[in-house]
């Protein structure tokens, strides 16, 4: 074999995904095949065998496992660069199943880890503001005390909620809903965005500990020209209250249908809301341009695409 190619098989890195039978995970890993690299992902034995086949189709390598346990996710870790998770769930799976993959990477020596955060940057909100992000935050205290090297992606919010769970946009009522103020520009980024972005930071070793990305800022004034040029109608701007009105609604929300056991019960969607009109949220930096190959998607893009698959 020719000893330029032997050096470049030995020296190209594996990439092991964690939560690959999930939306985003599944994008990611899509993402990693088009890199130069090898993908391993793990399953549970008991995930559905129709995911388990669109993996196997990918042709990446899949190990199964059916106790999560340290034995058996620690085979999967070994000469892998950099582990991903993208496990989505309560605490059962964000901190109690992730801690143990986190433990598996470590035990097996991979020197970095790209924990499953994918949403607001939650550094700059305290405990009991967001259930959900307090368990990411619970999480990190246990990897910032590892020797792992870790990466964060912030994201804000999946552009693609724009167009159906994401209370903002009602396209048969002509009129987009907000909260606080009307100039307050908000994070969105599409999940191939998102995606791709993630691939490129498991293959980065010189990533910081924090990343911001969004595909666009927008707000709701500019929401409603985007609309307007998209689908040639007027729509009409429409505030219910400000922040503090939100919160009371919430607590309203949560005490009458507590979804505890849920993972997006319809108060902690608002909660997320509430925590976008926060000025805490706001981001000073964006980390868009490291990887400038990247074509960004815009509101308007999401938007254009749902405006021509809704006309079919």
């Not at 065998?49 to 999560?68: F, T």
């Not at 249908?257 to 849920?262: L, S, T, V």
């Not at 490291?290 to 254009?304: A, G, H, M, N």
Request: aromatic fraction near 10%.
């Amino acid at each position: 074999m020719n000893q330029t190619r032997k050096h470049h098989i030995e020296m190209k890195k594996i990439i092991l995904v964690a939560g690959a039978t999930g939306n985003l995970g599944l994008r990611i890993v899509k993402a990693l095949l088009n890199k130069d690299a090898e993908i391993r992902v793990i399953v549970r034995s008991n995930s559905d065998i129709e995911k388990i086949k669109i993996l196997e189709n990918l042709g990446v390598k899949i190990y199964k496992v059916s106790k999560w346990s340290l034995e058996e996710l620690k085979t999967p870790c070994i000469d892998v660069s950099c582990v991903v998770s993208s496990l989505a769930g309560l605490r059962e799976v964000v901190i109690d199943a992730q801690k143990i993959l986190l433990d598996a990477a470590i035990a097996a020596g991979v020197p970095r880890f790209i924990p499953s955060d994918y949403s607001l940057d939650f550094t700059k909100f305290s405990y009991g503001e967001n259930r959900n992000l307090d368990l990411r935050r619970e999480f990190h205290e246990y990897l910032d005390k590892t020797s792992i090297s870790a990466t964060s992606i912030f994201n804000g919010a999946f552009a693609e909620l724009l167009t159906n769970e994401m209370p903002l946009i009602f396209f048969k009522r002509k009129m987009i809903l907000y909260w606080g103020n009307a100039d307050y520009r908000w994070g969105f980024t599409t999940m191939d965005n998102t995606a791709e972005f993630t691939a490129k930071v498991a293959l980065d070793s010189s990533t910081p500990r924090y990343l911001r990305i969004a595909g666009d800022l927008i707000n709701p004034r500019e929401v409603k020209v985007v609309v307007r040029e998209v689908t040639g109608q007027k729509f009409r701007l429409f505030s219910p209250g400000g922040k503090r009105i939100l919160g009371t609604i919430i607590k309203i929300a949560r005490k009458l249908a507590p979804g505890d056991k849920e993972l997006y019960p319809a108060w902690q969607g608002m909660q997320y809301m509430h925590n976008m009109i926060d000025e805490r949220s706001k981001i000073a930096k964006l980390d868009n341009d490291r990887y400038p190959e990247i074509r960004w998607t815009t509101v308007k893009d999401v938007l254009s695409k749902y405006q021509h698959d809704s006309s079919y």
